[in-house]
């Protein structure tokens, strides 16, 4: 069983710079892409970036495509995301997610393992 713990959530104002860090503990000797995806209040779970195993590989969501990136630490099991030219609508939990594959999908179903989420609130 693996645990996601995510940190840096937060505040920030519109056009701002966040990061989050998401760390796996636990069976972390599997191959598997990571993601991030948030909920804002009343909608529905939104992909926002994943990574494959190696770091290589990396799929980011068309609506913050050019302003967030996403890295990956595999000596340490540790995921970032980098959120920069914050926007209003950025506001959202964000979830840290572990695959059940090594390359990085938009879809939460490939994703079997799932963080307890942290709050990031852009004010504009």
């Known amino acids: 069983q693996v645990q996601l713990v995510e940190s840096g959530g937060g505040s920030a104002q519109a056009g701002g710079s966040l990061k989050l860090s998401c760390v796996a503990s636990?069976?972390?000797?599997?191959?598997?892409?990571m993601a991030w995806f948030r909920q804002r209040s009343g909608k529905e779970r939104e992909f926002v970036a994943a990574?494959?195993?190696?770091?290589?590989?990396?799929r980011i969501g068309d609506s913050v495509k050019g302003r967030f990136t996403i890295s990956r630490v595999t000596a340490t099991n540790t995921i970032t995301l980098h959120m920069d030219f914050l926007k209003p609508e950025a506001t959202a939990v964000y979830y840290c997610?572990?695959?059940?594959?090594?390359?990085?999908?938009?879809?939460?179903?490939?994703?079997?393992?799932w963080g307890e989420g942290t709050q990031v609130a852009v004010s504009s």
């Open positions: 636990g069976r972390t000797d599997r191959r598997y892409a």
């Open positions: 997610a572990e695959a059940f594959r090594a390359r990085p999908s938009e879809g939460s179903e490939n994703y079997a393992n």
């Open positions: 990574i494959g195993w190696s770091g290589a590989s990396t």
